[in-house]
């Protein structure tokens, strides 16, 4: 099982790193939806806040990247049954809290986000 070594912004830098890193052709200038980029050097990149709302290419990368997400979601729900995922796709909505208090949080979650941490806690207090 994973431990929690990053939280969500530096798994996401590290992540786009890596993705970019990994493009067989070298990019001469990188778009990034957001206010941070990854630290790659001899690389131009720039980042725009709220890009995909007006930059096509984030538009069309977040489209393809959330559509990806969500398939993967609707999977994941179906090795979890009754975790929801396949409706709020992981997202923290009330109706995801509450079926992570009554199923078991999986290996998949993060165990140091809050809301997730709590019902953790919660439940060692009853056992």
Same mark, same amino acid.
């Given at each position: 099982m994973a431990k929690n070594k990053f939280n969500i912004l530096n798994a996401?830098?590290?992540s786009m790193k890596r993705a970019i890193k990994n493009l067989k052709k070298k990019p001469g200038l990188v778009l990034i939806?957001?206010?941070k980029t990854p630290k790659i050097n001899g690389l131009r990149m720039k980042a725009i806040i709220k890009g995909?709302?007006?930059i096509p290419e984030i538009s069309a990368a977040s489209i393809?990247?959330?559509v990806?997400?969500?398939f993967?979601?609707?999977n994941l729900s179906k090795k979890n049954p009754g975790s929801g995922l396949e409706k709020n796709y992981g997202y923290g909505t009330k109706q995801h809290m509450l079926a992570l208090k &009554?199923? #078991?949080i999986t290996k998949f979650h993060r165990k140091t986000f809050y809301p997730v941490n709590k019902i953790l806690t919660q439940k060692k &207090?009853? #056992?």
């Amino acid at each position: 099982m994973a431990k929690n070594k990053f939280n969500i912004l530096n798994a996401t830098l590290i992540s786009m790193k890596r993705a970019i890193k990994n493009l067989k052709k070298k990019p001469g200038l990188v778009l990034i939806d957001g206010n941070k980029t990854p630290k790659i050097n001899g690389l131009r990149m720039k980042a725009i806040i709220k890009g995909d709302s007006k930059i096509p290419e984030i538009s069309a990368a977040s489209i393809i990247a959330k559509v990806h997400r969500d398939f993967y979601m609707i999977n994941l729900s179906k090795k979890n049954p009754g975790s929801g995922l396949e409706k709020n796709y992981g997202y923290g909505t009330k109706q995801h809290m509450l079926a992570l208090k &009554k199923i #078991d949080i999986t290996k998949f979650h993060r165990k140091t986000f809050y809301p997730v941490n709590k019902i953790l806690t919660q439940k060692k &207090k009853k #056992d």
